[in-house]
């Protein structure tokens, strides 16, 4: 029972990689799009294949993730990973079906959290607040700050070149801006699904505390979200390289660049979950409203930040109720 137990969450935990892989694809190049930098199926491929890469980047926000809860052993703690994976793969389909770009990140720690606390068990809320809550708080409000400082340099800086010349080269640049933010977005998200299926093989005693992670796990991580990404996320896409604010090339690779430094300054000093997509659409924001406060639309700016509220309590509230069907068809004995 425990070994089928480990095989379906491990099965559950590369499906949740895959929908955050097309639910998140829009991160990474929907500004690239939208400016003609790149032709959707070509970023597409490029956001995969950084992704994959950027996977094997490092293991911090992994080890963060992994750490946020503590499962018993046996059955009883692979039903509660699982069910917080399935809370934050059913708000991950919710948002995409709306085309809302809400956070896979926050929807998995809520999903954790939320199985967690219906079974009873620890949570560590210091992680939770240190690690999750506030970084969510500060990385959008930086992003927003300093995408429009960048972009009011570039257009200072710039001022007095040929407008048409200029767009082509960031046209260019962009390119290269959006192949970081994939890299990033690898070594942000596929880490997370790499902790938690560290925690089913810890429940499942099939490896240490302190052991590292298994190469089969971050390759199949790193695979999942890859496949996901090539799937697209032409919805969320929309939302992001449109309908908040129509972006040139050089605001594009304004956005891109700053949420491609925050992700990395998180993942690597602060080991921090961070939600790439609250960071990239906060960035977008910035840089958009350097042409006037009233060109970035704000009601869809609304429906965005609705979504990012509710994401945390709404996948912890399915992950409890799949917890507790779970606990009731599977007869586990806490």
Known sequence: MELALVIAVVVVALTFDYTNGFHDAANAIATSVSTRALTPRVALIMAAVMNFVGAFLGQEVANTVGSVIS??????????VMSGLLGAIAWNLITWYYGLPSSSSHALIGGLVGAAM?????????????????????????????GFALMLAIMWIFRRRNPHRLQRNFRFLQ????AAMALGHGLQDAQKTMGVIFLALLAGGFVNPGDDLPLWVIIAAAGAISLGTYAGGWRIMRTLGRRIIHLDPARGFAAESIAAGVLYTTAFVYSAPISTTHTITSAVMGVGATKRFSAVRWGVAKSIVAAWVLTFPMAGLVAAGCYWISHFLIEVVP
């Open 71 to 80: 499962p018993p052993d046996g059955s009883h703690g692979l039903v509660i």
């Open 118 to 146: 219906a079974s009873g068990i620890y949570v560590k809320w210091s992680t939770v607040v240190d690690k999750v809550v506030v970084p969510m708080i500060i990385s959008p409000v930086f992003a927003f700050a300093a």
């Open 175 to 178: 390119t290269l801006s959006a």
